[in-house]
Nanobody, 122 residues
Framework: QWQLTDTGGGLVQAGGSLRLSCAAS????????MAWFRQAPGKEREFVAAIRWGVGRTMYADSVKGRFTISRVGAENTAYLQMNSLQPEDTAVYYC???????????????WGQGTQVTVSS
């Protein structure tokens, strides 16, 4: 069964950094889009970043531009989210997802990781 495993969350102080990983159990095709979303308690799941697997085109939410970087290593079938200058408002469960549309809404994405908790203390 094809699945995504996201890891790398943890507790960090404001201004710190974390790198999240999203490992696929099988091949990720060049037409796929890999994305990161996050969901804080009591809030809807929100888009963070996305990358078109083959060409590497990226898209970011305004709230993370300049602080977060999405990347991928094709040979490893793994996507990454480097998060710098973390702030308390970045606290959430972070999910990776796979789809075929370069979209910022959750609905087009069909495969999801289990989520990894990121907590930023002030």
């Amino acid at each position: 069964q094809w699945q995504l495993t996201d890891t790398g969350g943890g507790l960090v102080q404001a201004g710190g950094s974390l790198r999240l990983s999203c490992a696929a159990s099988g091949r990720i095709y060049s037409s796929s889009v890999m994305a990161w979303f996050r969901q804080a308690p009591g809030k809807e799941r929100e888009f963070v970043a996305a990358i078109r697997w083959g060409v590497g085109r990226t898209m970011y939410a305004d709230s993370v531009k300049g602080r977060f970087t999405i990347s991928r290593v094709g040979a490893e079938n793994t996507a990454y989210l480097q998060m710098n200058s973390l702030q308390p408002e970045d606290t959430a469960v972070y999910y990776c997802a796979r789809g075929v549309d370069f979209a910022s809404a959750p609905s087009p994405y069909r495969d999801w990781g289990q989520g990894t908790q990121v907590t930023v203390s002030s």
